[in-house]
């Protein structure tokens, strides 16, 4: 099983960017996904998650309100639009396939991670 996101790069304060997660080797459609990021120096936070059917979204308070979690099942891939991006949410970006259908903020139930994908804010 391998989750690849993509997406990251350098942006200006403000700014907006799509992060994606495509999977292989496993039918995401019937997991949860969750994001992750970790910044340097700093432990691996929570972000955002969406259920199997993409009904059920859940996010950090960080970034509630400017991040939207979002997939497409025929496509085995799930999203992340971030929006009013701040220097704050530099950081590399993690997607992992949850062990259960309905999404959660704790990380030892995802079983799967992607590599990450780095996103640089500019004050």
């Known amino acids: 099983v391998q989750l690849q996101a993509s997406g990251g790069g350098l942006v200006q304060a403000g700014g907006s960017l799509r992060l994606s997660c495509a999977a292989s080797?496993?039918?995401?459609?019937?997991?949860?996904v969750g994001w992750f990021r970790q910044a340097p120096g700093k432990e691996r936070e929570f972000v955002a998650t969406?259920?199997?059917?993409?009904?059920?979204?859940s996010y950090a308070d960080s970034v509630k309100g400017r991040f939207t979690v979002s997939r497409d099942n025929a496509k085995n891939t799930v999203y992340l639009r971030m929006n009013s991006l701040k220097p704050e949410d530099t950081a590399v970006y993690y997607c992992?396939?949850?062990?259960?259908?309905?999404?959660?903020?704790?990380?030892?139930?995802?079983?799967?991670w992607g590599q990450g994908t780095l996103v640089t804010v500019s004050s």
């Open positions: 969406i259920s199997r059917s993409g009904a059920i979204t």
């Open positions: 080797g496993r039918t995401i459609s019937s997991y949860a």
């Open positions: 992992a396939s949850a062990r259960t259908s309905w999404g959660t903020s704790v990380t030892r139930e995802y079983d799967y």
